[in-house]
């Protein structure tokens, strides 16, 4: 079945960088386009960053630009998050997310756990 | 800067229907913000409810449905059931590269 699967979450010291990935399995992944979605503790869903199916364009959101990357390596059907200069406020879930068709976020991670903290 | 609103708290009685509404600090949400709706439990994945304004997720009751109403986005669920508890979020398509969540429901059910 359509599945993914993110790894690579934990806890980080202030200005570290982490990376994040999203191993998809069940669908032509090359074939869609991919998201990140976080939830920070006790907050709402944020969007965080898309990238094209074939890696041709990637858009963030302000809150992270300049200091997130998405990226994808379709060989391996996974997609990353390289997270630089973190901050606390970046402490959340992070999900990877399909889009099914247009806005249509389907289907999701379970999530991987980013605590940034001294 | 966007900001997509949501009613922050939502109380309905088992059996009844409700409807959770979104819409933007700027403006009328249309069809062309394809509007999609998305149920988040605690230590669970976000499940999808209603995409392209109207169209139910594979395996979603027809109890939830989703609409335009006025100048927001809207959820109706009908029959709501204890499981429903639960927050509620909505996102629009603000672009090619952009995605917006509102800030979410807390629906209750008593």
């Known amino acids: 079945q359509v599945q993914l699967v993110e790894s690579g979450g934990g806890v980080v010291q202030p200005g570290r960088s982490l990376r994040l990935s999203c191993a998809a399995s069940g669908f032509i992944f090359n074939t869609y386009v991919m998201h990140w979605v976080r939830q920070a503790p006790g907050e709402g869903l944020e969007w965080v960053a898309v990238i094209w199916f074939d890696g041709s364009e990637e858009y963030y959101a302000d809150s992270v630009k300049g200091r997130f990357t998405i990226s994808r390596d379709n060989s391996k059907n996974t997609l990353y998050l390289q997270m630089n200069s973190l901050r606390v406020e970046d402490t959340a879930v992070y999900y990877c997310?399909?889009?099914?068709?247009?806005?249509?976020?389907?289907?999701w991670g379970q999530g991987t756990l980013v605590t940034v903290s001294s | 800067q966007t900001v997509v609103t949501q009613e922050p708290s939502f109380s309905v009685s088992p059996g009844g229907t409700v409807t959770l509404t979104c819409g933007l600090n700027s403006g009328s949400v249309s069809t062309d913000y394809y509007p999609s709706w998305y149920q988040v439990t605690p230590g669970q994945a976000p499940r999808t409810l209603i995409y392209s304004t109207n169209t139910r997720s594979s395996g979603v009751p027809d109890r939830f449905s989703g609409s335009i109403l006025g100048d927001k986005a809207a959820l109706t669920i009908t029959g709501a059931q204890a499981d429903d508890e639960s927050d509620y979020y909505c996102v629009l398509f603000m672009g090619r590269g952009s995605r917006v969540f509102g800030g979410g429901t807390k629906l209750t059910v008593l």
């Open positions: 997310a399909r889009e099914a068709a247009r806005n249509w976020f389907d289907p």
